[in-house]
């Protein structure tokens, strides 16, 4: 008896010395975070006070009504488009290439591998030729240019990952909606989407997020237009000084749509949807 | 129902010719079994039935009409998978239910055929749960409902018992049988168990590397194989072969044996062996084939190496001219290890082959 309370009393301990440490682990990666924010809502003082102000002592909304009155809000609709945009047609594209490639061998393996070693070549390399490109169509600046780019760049990692999903799928699955009277286009919405359905969200999400954050061919391939938001919030590193209530503020506004559609796809993230489909 | 007919079917894959020029005649209501080994093309004929692949030659007719340009999904056929391809995303009810709404049948109408086919396969508790709630055996039973509900002109089965274990498998090789003697569908049914072909079908086809070997009633291949492949493909345990050299004195014929020793050919059939003169062969002889005999001239002399009992039969290993057979024999008879063995062939039933080009000899 005495050694099973004893075990549980060690076990326990342990469960405490556990949490302990993943807080400990949490706060320190949460802290640059969670400083960050902070910064958002300081007064300029609180801001460089030593020793320093770890909660403002009033919530200061200045930053963000800054921000709203000098148009800087306007970069954060700029890349909710380009990103919404070019993942919407990359995914379109590269599901139905992954498709080709997974179910009917397009092009052999050569094919798929050549795809995906277009994704390998450094951004920047890329972006002078394609800035001339876009000069001289007279697109610089403009939503399809960078559109363009981003779907051209997430191509080959959506048709990687989704011909991998699409081949997981049971082919029997497939064969057997055509006989039961779906077309080709039919079974491929009807079961292919259906089963990939995790893995379509997880490689829209990360051809989002790439889209979202994308810094090299943003400030190359922008003026005034269509600034996105990681290059507007670099405008408040001035030489003279460095705004940072400002780019907190930028930063909560800029976090806010990746965080809403990762709440909204969490579900999809987490499920796996192919449980029964065989024999088990 | 319906009448299939595949005329000189071929069908590559780059270098692969995996289906050559294969000639079918299916009968209204006929049950066949294509059976062969492991790549030997008769799941991709299957496929080729069903329009799920194209044949590169060569017509395929339902009820005479060419539907080698017709897709799969106005074949009128339906097909039950190895693995079941149950939708894991759709309900059993939904399942069933696909094909049907596919083809926009009203609710109604649906409703009823899915009630039928479940009551039929004893599933009518099932239908509101998931696929993956269910056992090997009840997703078999799902999909032979979606195949069912259809009322297809034809029904193929591409090895649907291979997943499950030995006993359920016993049961739904029978509910198969009796499905089929109730709905009278014409069914092609692919499988390399040539027990499962033999209970199931009233025709065998058996392919070998893209060609058929031989077609027709379980028995009449099993008893009289066109040659070694089929001789060897069917029967548990295998045919024992005996190669030896015809010799014909005094008109009666008997097989020289490598060892020196010579096997007498009795009966009706020695006589026309006897007729074609001195010459190579091989006797298939399956293990029931062999019978115990009271000793005299006319009997092969061998000794016991190896008893295997199963349960009304026992299994009995003996040498012939240095090659190991297997006789099998009824339980009532014992044996031991180191028994003396005098055994006589059951001359009408065995199987006279060429040992050189591998065909049946007739005698």
Known sequence: MSSVRERRRRKARMDAVRFVAALAITVVFLFPVYWLFMTAFKSPEEIFSNPPTWFPSRIHWVNFRDLAEDGDLRSIWNSVVIASVSTVLAMLLGTMAAYSLARFRTGGEKLAVWAISVRMVPPIVLAFPLFLMFASLGLVDTYEALIAIYVTINLPYVIWMMRGFIEDIPRELEDSALIDGCSRWQALVRVVFPMARTGLVATAVFAFVYAFNEFAFAIVMTRLEVVTFPVQITHHFQPMSTFWGRIGAMSIFGCLPVFFMIIAMNRFLVRGLSGGALKG | ?363
């Open chain 2, 1 to 363: 129902m319906a009448h299939l007919r595949l005329e000189n079917i071929h069908k590559r894959y780059g270098d692969v010719h995996a289906i050559r020029g294969v000639t079918l005649d299916i009968a209204d209501g006929e049950f066949t079994v294509l059976l062969g080994p492991s790549g030997c093309g008769k799941s991709t004929l299957l496929r080729v039935i069903a329009g799920l692949e194209e044949a590169d030659e060569g017509s395929i007719l339902i009820d005479g009409e060419a539907v080698d340009d017709v897709r799969a999904k106005d074949r009128d056929i339906a097909m039950v998978f190895q693995n079941y391809a149950l939708y894991p995303y759709m309900t059993v009810y939904e399942n069933i239910a696909f094909g049907m709404r596919m083809r926009k049948l009203p609710q109604q109408e649906i409703g009823r055929q899915v009630a039928w086919a479940a009551k039929m396969l004893e599933i009518d508790e099932l239908l509101d749960r998931w696929p993956r709630q269910l056992s090997g055996g009840q997703r078999q039973r799902v999909a032979m409902g979606r195949a069912m509900v259809r009322k297809p002109r034809l029904f193929l089965f591409d090895e649907p018992l291979s997943n499950l274990d030995a006993q359920l498998r016993d049961g739904m090789r029978t509910e198969i049988k009796q499905l089929h003697q109730t709905l009278g569908i014409t069914t092609i049914y692919v499988t390399h168990d040539q027990i499962e072909a033999m209970m199931l079908a009233d025709r065998v086809v058996l392919l070998n590397r893209g060609v058929i070997e031989q077609q027709g009633a379980p028995m009449d291949l099993y008893g009289r194989p066109s040659n070694r492949f089929v001789a060897s493909f069917l029967g548990s345990p295998p045919i024992n072969y005996i190669d030896g050299h015809v010799r014909v004195a005094d008109g009666a014929a008997h097989l020289a044996l490598s060892d020196g020793s010579s096997i007498p050919l009795a009966g009706p059939r020695a006589a026309a062996i006897a007729a074609a003169g001195p010459r190579p062969l091989t006797l298939g002889v399956r293990p029931e084939h062999f019978l115990v005999a009271d000793g005299g001239d006319g009997a092969i002399r061998s000794r016991v190496t190896l008893v295997q009992p199963a349960g009304a039969r026992v299994f009995v290993n003996f040498p012939i001219a240095a090659a190991s057979m297997m006789g099998e024999f009824s339980a009532r008879q014992r044996f031991a290890p180191g028994q003396e063995l005098s055994l006589q062939l059951d001359m009408e039933r065995i199987v006279l082959l060429d040992p050189e080009t591998g065909r049946a000899v007739d005698a």
